[in-house]
């Protein structure tokens, strides 16, 4: 739990991106990564929704979407797991929806 929320406190603090990173990114390189949480919340399986969120924070997407990790991360941290997999599942049909790459 600890190195979750420094991994957070890092994406909050010093990671901003500077717009280079944003236009480069593509959504479908966290897809997979955003499937196997939504997966691992609806399981209830913690160590893997740990590991996961570990892995997506780590990631420079659109500063929207960063935002939305961020919450997705607090909301995992305090146990509001249906609240994350609705927001993850808003994530997931928004991109899709605008062709992978917002």
Request: charged share 30%; glycine share 6%.
């Amino acid at each position: 739990m600890r190195n979750l929320l420094s991994e957070i406190k890092f994406v909050i603090s010093g990671n901003d991106s500077n717009g280079d990173d944003e236009e480069e990114f593509d959504f479908d390189t966290i897809k997979p990564l955003l499937d196997a949480l939504l997966a691992a919340l609806i399981s209830m399986d913690a160590g893997v929704v740990n590991r996961k969120i570990e892995e997506l924070v780590k990631f420079k997407v659109k500063q929207n979407l960063k935002y939305k990790i961020i919450d997705l991360s607090e909301l995992i941290l305090i146990g509001e797991y249906d609240k994350a997999k609705s927001i993850l599942q808003n994530i997931l049909i928004e991109n899709n929806n605008f062709g992978g790459n917002k």
